[in-house]
């Protein structure tokens, strides 16, 4: 059993910074790529970051400058530092992670429950 549980969100100005964080747990045997979704009401769920083992990062286009992807293999944790917030990105953000719990098991993406941020105007 494989299980995501975010942190750190919340309500905030615009202009301010919150930075959330996500902790994998479970029978895991690797953690390939993870990653940080968000859904805004009415909308689709779309990518915000994502980051390799090695660490290679991408961003949505809408977020590079302002957020800051990072992860810790040892921990199993990865952390998404939000700078400069505004009101569109108001959302529900939801942390991903590629894992194969064994050794001998297809790795699939697993989700976290989701964390609320709101940022008022």
């Known amino acids: 059993q494989v299980q995501l549980v ?3 969100g919340g309500l905030v100005q615009a202009g301010g910074s919150l930075k959330l964080s996500c902790a994998v ?7 390939n790529n993870m990653g940080w979704y968000r859904q805004a009401p009415g909308k689709q769920r779309d990518l915000v970051a994502s980051i390799t083992r090695a660490g290679d990062t991408d961003y949505a ?3 590079k400058g302002r957020f800051t ?10 952390s998404l530092q939000m700078n400069s917030l505004k ?3 108001t959302a529900v953000y939801y942390c991903v992670a590629n894992v194969a719990p064994r050794l001998i098991t297809m790795p699939r993406d ?3 429950q989701g964390t609320q941020v709101i940022v008022s105007s």
């Not at 747990?25 to 953690?31: K, L, P």
């Not at 810790?72 to 944790?77: G, H, L, M, R, Y």
Request: hydrophobic share 30%; charged share 30%.
């Open 110 to 112: 697993y989700w976290g």
């Open 25 to 31: 747990s479970g029978t895991i045997f690797n953690i």
């Open 61 to 63: 286009d809408s977020v």
């Open 6 to 8: 975010e942190s750190g």
């Open 87 to 89: 009101p569109e990105d």
């Open 69 to 78: 992807i990072s992860r810790d293999n040892a921990k199993k944790t990865i």
